[in-house]
Each structure stands twice: as C-alpha cells, then as structure tokens.
C-alpha cells in the first residue's frame, strides 16, 4: 500500500508531466475543469484544478466528505495510483477491470486517455 505522501509525490509528478506539454497538445485542452482523486484505502482524497492542460491547486483532504464536488472524480487505490501516473498502469484496462472508477463527461474521459 501506498502512503499519502507517495500518492500526492504521484500526483506532483502528473502535474509536472502536464506542464511539460508542448504548446500545440496544451491548445487542445484548453478547458478548465475541477478534478478529485480519492484514495479509500488511505481514506484521503485530493482535489485540484485541470485548467490549460495544469494540474494546479491541489488540496489533499483527511476527512474524504469533505472534498469539493469535482467535474472529473476519480477513485483508485493507493498503489494504482502512482503506477497510472508513471505509465506501469493501462488507464483504460484499470478502467475496463474495475480498478479505478471515473465519474466525467464523455469528452472529459477522452482527455483522460490523453494524459495517461
């Protein structure tokens, strides 16, 4: 299992990948949109911002009622996580199994499997 510390290391690195865009695939993602990770293992969930094709603004939260509502939810489990963002994991086979739950729009699922 994962620590929070390890999850929001993940979540740092997805943020910098993200940054790292050239500026044609940002253009294409131009949308702002509110983002959540919840971890239920870890009963911890973060929350931040999608906005130019930037993770920005996260907040972790301990107590998980307590997270903002999100346009993009996603719920994985600790040790997922990292590996989603650090290519080990296939988002839509997590997807397809089970192993990650997303609640978006269908053009915000599509941008998803963009970035991972």
């Known amino acids: 299992m994962a620590t929070k510390e390890e999850c929001a290391a993940a ?4 943020a910098a990948k993200l940054g790292g865009l050239d500026d044609a695939r940002r253009a294409g993602n131009g949308d702002e949109r509110t983002v959540s990770c919840t ?4 009963g911890v969930a973060f929350h931040g911002r ?3 094709a930037r993770l920005i603004d996260v907040v972790a939260y301990d107590d998980v009622r307590s997270v903002p509502q999100a ?3 996603l719920t994985i489990p600790s040790d997922d996580l990292p590996a989603l963002v650090d290519g080990r994991l296939n988002f839509l086979q997590a997807l397809g199994s089970g192993r ?17």
């Open 11 to 14: 979540l740092d690195r997805l």
């Open 39 to 42: 971890v239920p293992d870890l």
């Open 50 to 52: 999608l906005k130019d």
């Open 71 to 73: 346009q993009i939810r």
């Open 100 to 116: 990650i739950k997303v609640s978006a729009s269908f053009g915000d699922m599509l941008k998803l499997r963009k970035i991972f």
